[in-house]
């Protein structure tokens, strides 16, 4: 399938657009959210479009998952997290991605059934500084070396 260059994603694969890029291969993209739910917050992305992650084939899927758990690994020794979330979610861009978020509490992934309060108001996670972005990247960059 050949990349779409009207998806964001698609663009940062082949570096058209900037990202915090924290580890590549030539089938597999990993960089920071700009919108972190957590400082470390990465999407794994591979290069190849796919809408959505029930159209990757499984060795593709699986190959993100094993990444994700090497960087739940890095991000658990970094950050000093017991859990890292791995999910799909496909809300907002129709590529196919993973998010791996170091949890510091059990609300940083949840579902609105688990939230007491009726009436939330649910806005964009404040963007990263490009400090900040380089800085995690950086440390998960060494800890994925070890």
């Known amino acids: 399938m050949p990349s779409s260059h009207s998806c964001l994603f698609c663009s940062i ?11 590549e291969t030539e089938t597999l993209v990993a960089f920071l959210d700009i919108r972190p739910i957590r400082p470390g917050h990465v999407l794994i992305i591979p290069r190849e479009h796919f809408d959505y992650f029930d159209d990757l084939p499984a060795s593709l ?13 890095a991000m658990k020794a970094h950050f000093g997290v017991e859990r890292v979330a791995f999910l799909f979610t496909g809300t907002d861009i129709s590529h ?13 992934i949840t579902s609105p059934a688990y939230i007491s309060e009726q009436h939330l ?11 900040a972005l380089n800085e995690s990247a950086a440390a998960l960059r060494a800890a994925l070396q070890q």
Do not use: C, F, N, R
Request: charged content about 15%; overall charge neutral; hydrophobic content about 45%.
């Open 96 to 108: 196919a991605h993973a998010h791996i978020v170091p949890m510091h509490t059990k609300a940083d």
């Open 61 to 73: 899927a699986a190959e993100i998952m094993q990444l994700g758990q090497k960087l739940a690994k």
């Open 121 to 131: 108001t649910i806005g964009p996670a404040v963007q990263a500084s490009p400090e």
């Open 13 to 23: 694969a082949e570096k058209t657009i900037p990202a915090t890029i924290v580890y």
